[in-house]
């Protein structure tokens, strides 16, 4: 089941994980709409559940068999998917999309720290760590520890831990082609999540307009987005591709806006502002530093 990886310019890894993200905070915001009639639990079924039917129509990956070496990659991976969809959303019902995007990013934000080997590096970290603290730190006039809901800043928190997990172990799968691993990793995390979804939805999950709008999602928040990411991360190294991912949160918020009316205040827009500052200047010198790295060995 493994190839040999292709060479693809930087700037395709970035196009590529732009578009993700533009579809995956779509199919959230829309999501969110549906947890008046299934939950958390039960809208997670459906997104996970139909993301994963999608990929083995479209890709059929029982065509190419897989080996013990792929599995060992690929369980962990759906077990991540779980563990970052499920609280995640579960921190959607007491958060704005784009602000649980922001706490979630800890888990990528993490990653970047552990593997940053220049002083620009910790620059955009810095910034990405200001627009947190922004986030949680309440206002003067506050008397609670943490401004927004706790319960659901712990839940964000968890997703991104898994977040984390999931760029690791996307980065192990990067030779086993990315709509299989993609496929094989949706299909362990449906029969992890089903079962509660069922039990967590009751006769909702077979309502055919509710089943319609759940393949919807699916479409927008996992199958595509899953398997751009996958292919991004062939391209990019796993410090931009965590950092870069900062984009969502402000992409997330504006989505908000657009789809659920979610209004946020200035100092939170600051935050967020801060946080896609990081990810563009991450970016940027990960640009630059694959330039000097590619005239280097074009000189040698």
């Not at 939170?268 to 500052?277: E, F, M, P």
């Amino acid at each position: 089941m493994s190839l040999a990886l292709r060479q693809y310019p930087m700037w395709v890894g970035i196009l590529t994980l732009v578009l993700s993200i533009i579809s995956l905070c779509t199919g959230t915001s829309f999501a969110k709409t549906l947890f008046s009639e299934v939950g958390a639990v039960g809208t997670t079924t459906f997104r996970i559940f139909f993301s994963a039917c999608i990929l083995w129509l479209i890709w059929r990956p029982w065509r190419i068999p897989v080996t013990r070496s792929d599995l060992a990659t690929i369980v962990p991976y759906g077990i991540c998917i779980v563990g970052m969809n499920l609280p995640f959303y579960l921190a959607l019902q007491s958060l704005p999309v784009g602000i649980a995007l922001a706490i979630e990013f800890i888990g990528p934000l993490s990653l970047a720290i552990y593997t940053s080997r220049t002083r620009f590096d910790f620059l955009w970290i810095a910034f990405a760590v200001i627009g947190l603290y922004l986030l949680l730190w309440p206002d003067a006039d506050s008397e609670q520890l943490i401004a927004l809901d706790l319960v659901g800043v712990i839940y964000a928190i968890i997703a991104g831990a898994f977040w984390a997990a999931y760029i690791v172990f996307g980065q192990r799968a990067r030779r086993v082609h990315p709509a299989h691993v993609t496929a094989y990793g949706l299909t362990i995390a449906a029969m992890i999540i089903l079962p509660f979804g069922l039990i967590s939805g009751g006769a909702n999950m077979f309502n055919p307009n509710l089943l319609l709008f759940g393949l919807s999602i699916a479409v927008l928040s996992s199958a595509l987005p899953y398997s751009l990411e996958v292919f991004a991360l062939r391209i990019l190294p796993a410090k931009t591709f965590s950092i870069m991912l900062s984009l969502e949160p402000a992409v997330g918020a504006l989505a908000g806006i657009i789809i659920l009316g979610e209004v946020l205040a200035a100092k939170q827009w600051l935050a967020i502002l801060l946080v896609v500052c990081a990810s563009a200047g991450c970016t940027a010198t990960a640009v630059r530093n694959n330039r000097k790295d590619n005239t280097n060995k074009a000189a040698n």
